[in-house]
């Protein structure tokens, strides 16, 4: 930070064709320049303002026009290029991240249960399982029959269309 009489700041302004000034430029008054990020002038004024109620904007210069305090104070808010850099990608990468969440989910609930070896405890004996108070056993016994029973039934239709065409 350098002091610099509020008349040779005038005087520069002037100069540099930047008006609106005057007003601001009077008492007493602290510059800050930046000649990297034309914020952080703005940044570091406002840190120091939570600290030190005497800090205050009174105007500033941003992109060769004179600015309000009010707008000084709102572009001391915006983050550093460095930062937002690092938002833009991690934004990018969000969806990313989303499909592969869920492809990993997916992986683990499709492969859950493929290498779980059965243990006696767990499994279930054939005998035991009913199935509307009938064993297994039986209803496969009845399962086995039943397709007999359908082929005759399904045959008979055929055999009386040979019969129907014959004659």
Do not use: C, W
């Amino acid at each position: 930070m350098k002091v610099y009489k509020n008349r040779f700041v005038k005087i520069a302004a002037k100069k540099a064709g930047i008006d609106g000034l005057d007003d601001a430029l009077l008492g007493p008054n602290a510059f800050v320049f930046s000649n990297e990020d034309e914020i952080a002038g703005a940044r570091i004024l406002a840190e120091h303002g939570k600290k030190y109620e005497t800090i205050k904007f009174k105007a500033g210069i941003f992109e060769g026009k004179a600015i309000g305090a009010e707008m000084a104070t709102e572009l001391s808010q915006i983050p550093s290029r460095e930062t937002l850099l690092t938002q833009i990608a991690a934004g990018l990468l969000q969806p990313l991240k989303q499909v592969a969440i869920g492809l990993n989910m997916l992986e683990e609930s499709h492969f859950a249960g493929a290498g779980k070896v059965q243990t006696k405890e767990e499994s279930t004996p054939v005998e035991e399982t009913k199935v509307n108070d009938a064993t297994v056993e039986e209803v496969k016994s009845e399962e086995e029959s039943a397709p007999a029973e359908e082929k005759k039934e399904e045959s008979a239709p055929a055999e009386e269309a040979k019969e129907e065409t014959a004659t």
